[in-house]
């Protein structure tokens, strides 16, 4: 009895947790994968309230970007291809050994169950077959049935457009003109409200991603039809900006650089036709044109990239090519230098600096590390991933920014 009784006293003293500043706990926090923080957050209602303030996602965020060893950790790429998948960036070209494949893990994401226009289609299917009603020659009241043999392959999932990364969050397009912003991470998301009717008419439009340094602001824009609208994530509102100022022949999203998105636009300068990369400011919200190469003389058959920090520009169709041009000097006309790749490729697209400093490529649909110092490449195997389906790319970080944690001012 007197034990049970010293065990009920001692219990109480045993189980209190010892409070650190604030601060402290901020910084020691920060230093750890947003995985085991989000398993924390089911230790307690304090524990609950400090991992979901936005100070720790700053300080989070900062510390991933300011150190090397964290931000490698943190770094992953984001495959679309009727779904999302995950592949961690420490993973690729370890040790320059690939004795292993690669191995994808596949996300939750907003609207990722819903299936697209061929689900009812193959629900009514008997046998592998279709069958469907078409009149001849306008004669609807003796309807012929045509039978449709329709590949089981199929995929059911829309597919779901990768518009941008910034700091952990990814504007994503699971359903036409429908957007998110989703973090991979902690799997939060926020639905993107419709810019209001008569802001940019249906039809043509891209898009850009980004965060707006000055006023602490996560922002879209929203470019069709000549005019162009910006999304506040502070806000949650959309805004008419400005006309757009270029051709509308732009298909790609935006490429974001320094606070700033880009695109490879033309316009008529008189009676010429001049292309540059077209700079729009997420603080200032205006256009300023840089300089493209020499060699762009239409903006329809290249686009803009990122790799290692420079502005980078690429060919996109029509024929092989095996250059691509980089602006060693950003925003400085006479620094862009051309490269000269041991490949031909249709479509290019960079996405980071691997491990051994190889540059990771998304490749006419498929991933290739190269080495620009030999010129040497060697294409990628990712299990987890449907072949044949082709794929995009991006990259992200795992960070705890919440595109729900801004309030409305």
């Not at 994401?109 to 046998?127: H, I, Q, W």
């Not at 490749?363 to 060697?378: A, H, I, P, T």
Request: proline content about 5%; aromatic content about 12%.
């Amino acid at each position: 009895m007197n034990k049970e009784r010293r065990f009920q006293q001692q219990s109480p003293v045993e189980a209190e947790i010892p409070l650190l500043p604030q601060e402290i706990m901020v910084e020691i926090l920060s230093r750890l994968p947003v995985k085991s923080l989000c398993q924390f957050r089911c230790v307690s209602k304090q524990w609950l309230s400090l991992i979901s303030d936005p100070l720790l996602a700053k300080s989070h965020l900062k510390k991933t970007v300011s150190n090397d060893c964290f931000y490698s950790q943190r770094k992953r790429v984001i495959i679309s291809s009727h779904n999302l998948y995950s592949l961690e960036y420490e993973s690729i070209g370890r040790n320059g050994s690939f004795d292993e494949n690669l191995v994808a893990l596949e996300l939750d994401y907003p609207l990722k169950d819903k299936p697209n226009g061929l689900a009812e289609l193959l629900d009514s299917a008997r046998d592998g077959f279709l069958y469907c009603e078409r009149s001849e020659e306008g004669n609807d009241e003796f309807p012929v049935m045509v039978k449709l043999n329709l590949p089981f392959c199929v995929n059911q999932r829309n597919w779901v457009d990768i518009l941008g990364s910034c700091n952990g969050l990814v504007c994503i397009a699971p359903d036409e003109d429908t957007l998110f912003l989703f973090n991979p991470s902690t799997r939060e998301s926020k639905r993107i409200p419709d810019p209001p009717s008569g802001f940019v008419p249906n039809g043509w439009s891209v898009y850009g991603f980004g965060y707006d340094f000055v006023n602490d602001d996560y922002k879209v824009v929203k470019v069709g039809c000549g005019t162009v609208c910006v999304y506040s994530l502070r806000t949650d509102s959309w805004r008419i900006v400005c006309s757009f100022p270029y051709v509308d022949n732009v298909s790609e999203s935006g490429v974001l650089l320094n606070g700033t998105i880009h695109w490879m636009v033309s316009f008529e300068d008189g009676v010429d036709c001049r292309c540059v990369v077209a700079a729009f400011s997420l603080e200032e919200e205006v256009f300023s044109d840089m300089p493209a190469p020499d060699i762009v003389n239409t903006s329809f058959e290249f686009v803009v990239g990122v790799l290692n920090g420079c502005l980078c520009v690429f060919h996109s169709r029509n024929q092989m090519h095996n250059d691509f041009w980089v602006m060693t000097e950003y925003g400085v006309g006479k620094s862009w230098t051309k490269l000269t790749l041991s490949l031909s490729y249709i479509c290019m697209k960079p996405l980071c600096l691997a491990q051994n400093r190889e540059a990771l490529l998304d490749v006419d649909g498929k991933l290739l590390l190269y080495n620009l110092e030999d010129d040497s490449y060697r294409y990628l195997v990712v299990d987890g991933i449907p072949a044949g389906d082709g794929f995009e790319a991006d990259t992200y970080l795992e960070t705890l920014v919440s595109p729900n944690g801004f309030c409305r001012t």
